[in-house]
């Protein structure tokens, strides 16, 4: 089980702007697809930026032109990152790093899982707040 560690959540207002991180013990170059998720209060968890093995990023409606997520193999291990712009009540949630390992086929590496449940890898969650 590999190890995931969220950091950056915090109390902000509507508007503002917050970079989380994810620091993790895979190996840099490792093909794993890398996601943020995040659970609102009686809400089901979802994705927020899915981040393939080549870097491209996806996003929901919801999210996209506000979030960017990016990873960072320029050190021994991965590290994951999403920059939150012009946050919104509706962002408020528990945010969580996850990773899934990727399989080699006949097309070169798999494509992301799209549902959390195929991630086998997550962290613990890091609180974000927006308040109005």
């Known amino acids: 089980q590999e190890q995931l560690l969220e950091s950056g959540g915090a109390s902000v207002q509507a508007g503002g702007s917050l970079r989380l991180s994810c620091t993790t013990s895979?190996?840099?170059?490792?093909?794993?697809?890398m996601a943020w998720f995040r659970q609102g209060p009686g809400k089901e968890r979802e994705g927020v930026a899915i981040?393939?093995?080549?870097?491209?990023?996806?996003?929901p409606d919801s999210v996209r032109g506000r979030f960017t997520g990016s990873k960072d193999n320029t050190k021994s291990t991965q590290s994951l990152y999403l920059q939150m712009n012009t946050l919104k009540p509706e962002d408020t949630a528990v945010y969580y790093c996850?990773?899934?390992?990727?399989?080699?086929?006949?097309?070169?590496?798999?494509?992301?899982?799209?549902?959390?449940?195929?991630?086998?890898?997550w962290g613990q969650g890091t609180q974000v707040t927006v308040s109005s």
């Open positions: 981040i393939e093995f080549d870097g491209t990023a996806i996003y």
């Open positions: 895979l190996l840099r170059y490792t093909p794993y697809c």
């Open positions: 996850a990773a899934a390992k990727l399989k080699w086929g006949d097309d070169g590496w798999s494509k992301c899982p799209r549902k959390d449940s195929d991630f086998e890898n």
